[in-house]
């Protein structure tokens, strides 16, 4: 049986791609489909059935929700309000044979990708290699979208320059490109001790909890 997950980026690639290679690890072989939901798709306990359906009828035993935090944003605010209200009605009844999960990035899916600043230097550097050593920083939580973007784009811009690319702001990360990022990333389990929104993930994905019991931890 497989994984469905429902993902609010259109470029969701990356959830993919980790999903599929955290599962690996642990000899999950079984598909991992993947849906684009808007955050006002999933925020009714109605629409959520629907997702449960629609992975009922690919065969999959596991729904997991996923949607970035991105805290400054007073309407998604209210919207992950709504969708975790709805998160809660769904488990009041929870559906039959199907393991649910609630998976908020913290606070985007570029924080996630910051865990593994190499992961990013291998990405731009292809083949060639490199011999830049981004600062690792510690959590990357506590980054804001906007930020976590800039910092992806000062590493793949260093990188370009080391190559000897001439006009580096034109270099610039790139949603699309995330899916090349994440499946540049080696040590997930390393990885997730950085943003505990992605060790989440990771725990999840593999399908062996639910997420009506086995909740995400709450951000301090």
Not at 29 to 56: C, G, L, P, R, Y
Request: glycine fraction near 4%; include cysteine.
């Amino acid at each position: 049986m497989g994984l469905l997950l429902s993902v609010d980026d259109s470029s969701n690639a990356a959830y993919k791609i980790l999903a599929e290679n955290w599962r690996r690890q642990y000899g999950i072989n079984t598909h991992v489909f993947v849906e684009f939901h808007s955050v006002d798709e999933i925020e009714t306990v109605a629409k959520m059935q629907k997702v449960v359906a629609s992975a009922q009828h690919k065969q999959c035993n596991c729904v997991m929700f996923v949607v970035d935090q991105e805290p400054h944003d007073p309407s998604k605010r209210a919207l992950l309000r709504r969708i975790t209200q709805a998160f809660d009605e769904l488990c009041e009844d929870p559906p039959k044979d199907m393991i649910v999960g609630l998976i908020v990035a913290h606070s985007c899916l570029e924080c996630w990708l910051l865990t593994d600043t190499q992961a990013i230097v291998r990405f731009q550097a292809g083949n060639r290699g490199s011999r830049y050593t981004p600062q690792q920083s510690g959590q990357t939580e506590g980054y804001t979208p906007s930020q976590a973007e800039e910092t992806i784009t000062h590493i793949i811009r260093q990188v370009a320059k080391e190559k000897g690319t001439r006009d580096t702001k034109r270099v610039r990360y790139e949603k699309s490109k995330s899916g090349e990022i994440a499946e540049q990333m080696q040590m997930l389990a390393t990885a997730a001790q950085r943003n505990r929104s992605l060790a989440y993930f990771l725990e999840m994905v593999v399908c062996d909890q639910n997420g009506c019991e086995h909740r995400q931890p709450q951000r301090e």
